[in-house]
């Protein structure tokens, strides 16, 4: 028996696991468990479809942009927008509580900073609509590819006037754009010498012909583009415009000074979304 024993010791015999030994593993087993369950619990909850409708709900009835968090209203340089792009660059795969009460506090921020306004911005400008006329149906019988090449040689040369009269585009409407300028006058000259840039521009034997739409306001600022009540006129000065024409409001042309440019009878501008005491006029070249 005594060499028995000698021998088991001598051989290394480990002893049999104690309680204690079996209670440690146990619980490093349930904690490691419990990991992919809080995970499991939190997804659940951040996806249950009662908190999102609510999540949603709140937003409506928040001040400011519901819908705030897409490309259109983060794409300045302010903080809330540069934190909102951040919060819009992580959204899950699926719907998101977090994600929506984030977006939720943030379009409260920029409500609060742009409730001084008061649906209208800060800075006066001139705004600018143009379009191509009948160019839908000429790119019906040319097809896409001719199409969009004579689109970049337009685009090429309105956005040449533009700039070079310290405008800025905001926007491109397919055959127009939208684009501003710090003065009216600056925006009646670029749009002139678009339209007499164009007249260069041709594809197998078509040339463009663009109308302009100017206004005068103080259009609110959201991201990247413009909205508001003035922007709307400026798009419906433009509608109003024929083929060749360049429509400026009153409000525009009482910024203008006008050397070498002569000025058509005033009329009111009759379309639909604009004031009734609005008033527009042609103008062109001496």
């Not at 028996?1 to 051989?11: I, N, R, V």
Request: with cysteine.
């Amino acid at each position: 028996m005594t060499t028995t024993g000698h021998t088991s010791a001598s051989l290394g015999h480990r002893p049999s696991p104690t309680c204690d030994d079996d209670a440690r593993h146990k619980s490093v087993k349930d904690g490691t468990d419990r990991v992919p369950w809080l995970r499991r619990a939190a997804i659940s909850l951040d996806t249950h479809p009662t908190l999102l409708a609510a999540a949603r709900r709140i937003r409506r009835r928040l001040p400011g942009d519901e819908n705030f968090g897409d490309p259109l209203s983060t794409a300045g340089v302010t903080p809330v927008q540069i934190l909102a792009r951040g919060v819009s660059a992580l959204r899950p795969e699926r719907q998101s509580v977090v994600h929506d009460v984030g977006l939720a506090v943030l379009q409260v921020w920029q409500s609060l900073s742009e409730a001084i306004g008061r649906g209208r911005g800060h800075t006066e400008l001139a705004i600018m609509f143009t379009d191509l006329v009948e160019f839908s149906s000429w790119e019906l019988e040319v097809g896409d590819a001719a199409a969009l090449e004579l689109l970049r040689e337009a685009d090429a040369v309105v956005e040449a006037t533009v700039i070079a009269h310290d405008g800025r585009i905001v926007k491109r409407l397919g055959d127009g754009l939208m684009a501003t300028f710090p003065t009216a006058q600056g925006a009646v000259n670029g749009a002139l010498e678009a339209q007499e840039a164009l007249q260069h521009v041709e594809l197998d034997g078509y040339r463009p012909r663009m109308r302009a739409g100017i206004h005068w306001g103080r259009p609110r600022r959201l991201g990247g583009d413009y909205l508001g009540i003035d922007v709307n006129v400026a798009a419906r000065v433009c509608e109003a415009a024929k083929a060749g024409q360049v429509l400026v409001s009153d409000r525009a042309l009482a910024r203008h000074d006008l050397p070498g440019l002569q000025t058509g009878r005033r009329r009111r501008l009759g379309t639909p979304g604009a004031p009734r005491d609005l008033r527009v006029a042609q103008v062109s070249r001496t």
